[in-house]
């Protein structure tokens, strides 16, 4: 009998080299080979149910199917509060209706890329950090970080403004203790997570706690070349985006002629449309989507070859945005029947309600020269001014 995919007996090395492939940097990589060697890692990654989830999630959907494929047990964590602490992005009365919204998606994602949801565990934040051990213990951290440190850690990830509130200081504390109370190896998330993952291996060996490796992937660039954003619309593709406007947003997304820097088109082809290519399809591919009079279609069966023909100018931008706005709404169309149901669109709707749109104050308009009106019952005043007729006579010389 084949041994399927989920079932392949790796060794060491190999499951080393499915957890570390395309990611930007290993904190602890000594003692993930050493762990290895012994028995398979656990691991979480977390998400704050902010704004509306955004196609760059998908770069943390593509590892994840590679931590189970390496054996590794793997935890994902809603991080209910520290959407509310990071400078209130979502409201109280909202985030538990976003942290249902959001495991519904990070659902939908991974099984719109083949990935088996019977080995994830699914854990709210809130379950266990209000309780008297996680309390004590985010008070003792308080009691040893500086106010200097605690926000150097989170000036990657909290929200900065000229006046922060006191809860973008816990933040990172927190999620420091997330790896003590989910009992995991490791932490895996974005780079711009570096500066919290440092501050952990710091200060939990301080509470008497192991301090854990960290496995970070790269920031994919947004449509406009910066970090694409939950919280910033112009930078982004949401996953439940329409087909139509997920064409429009590519059309207008930065992606000059030769230019691989800060191309978030063609990182979004590196990061997500290849590795998803090969979950689903078994090879990783992409598609430059071509009339006939300008070549036809060319399959790419790596990314650098692909990056060579752009650099090289053999592939025109215009090509390369309808071939990924395509290969896009592809992957999307599972996740957009899912919520196509009323069950799911309510759901949308209690996490992100439409604003409130302020009524509008009339303002009477003020009437000039208007005699005022009698008093009821009273009979009308008579009037003691002349006629006007009278008054230009009396000046009549």
């Known amino acids: 009998m084949t041994m399927s995919k989920t079932e392949e007996v790796l060794s060491a090395e190999q499951k080393f080299t499915l957890i570390t492939r395309n990611l930007q940097e290993v904190l602890g990589e000594e003692q993930l080979k050493k762990t290895l ?8 990654w977390g998400t704050a149910p902010t704004g509306r989830p955004h196609v760059g999630y998908f770069v943390a959907m593509t590892k994840i199917a590679d931590y189970l ?3 590794c047990h793997v935890t994902i964590l809603l991080a209910d509060i520290h959407a509310f602490l990071d400078n209130m992005k979502a409201p109280i009365e909202l985030v538990q209706a976003r942290t249902k919204y959001y495991e519904q998606l990070v659902k939908g994602m991974l099984r719109s890329i083949g990935v088996p949801l019977d080995k994830l565990k699914f854990v709210v934040g809130s379950s266990y950090e209000l309780s008297a051990e996680f309390s004590m213990d985010n008070y003792k951290l308080a009691a040893l970080v500086s106010e200097h440190d605690a926000k150097k850690a989170g000036s990657e990830v909290v929200k900065q403004v000229d006046s922060p509130a006191l809860s973008g200081l816990l933040y990172p504390g927190m999620q420091a203790l997330d790896e003590e109370y989910l009992k995991v190896d490791a932490q895996f998330g974005g780079v711009d997570q570096r500066k919290i993952f440092t501050f952990a291996e710091k200060y939990l060996p301080q509470l008497g706690y192991k301090k854990r490796m960290h496995l970070m992937n790269p920031m994919v660039p947004g449509l406009q070349g910066s970090k694409m954003s939950a919280s910033d619309p112009d930078s982004k593709i949401d996953l439940l985006d329409g087909k139509k406007a997920v064409v429009k947003k590519i059309a207008k997304a930065f992606c000059e002629e030769g230019n691989i820097e800060n191309n978030g088109i063609l990182s979004f082809a590196k990061f997500v449309l290849f590795p998803t290519s090969g979950l689903r399809n078994g090879t990783p591919e992409f598609t430059i989507l071509r009339k006939e009079e300008y070549g ?9 070859d692909l990056e060579r023909d752009y650099a090289d100018k ?12 395509a290969a896009l709404n592809a992957l999307l169309d599972p996740i957009r029947q899912e919520f196509e149901t009323p069950e799911m669109q309510k759901l949308l709707l209690d996490a992100y309600p439409p604003p409130k749109s302020a009524s509008k104050v ?14 009821s019952g009273d009979a009308p005043a008579q009037s003691q001014e002349k006629p006007i007729e009278e008054k230009l006579a009396a000046t009549h010389i």
């Open 37 to 44: 060697a012994e028995r398979d890692i656990s691991l979480y």
């Open 69 to 71: 494929h390496a054996g």
């Open 296 to 304: 036809g279609n060319t399959v790419y069966k790596s990314f650098e």
């Open 314 to 325: 053999k592939v025109h931008p215009g090509d390369l945005k309808a071939s990924v706005a």
């Open 362 to 375: 009339v303002k009477q308009k003020k009437k000039h020269n208007k005699r005022p009106e009698p008093a």
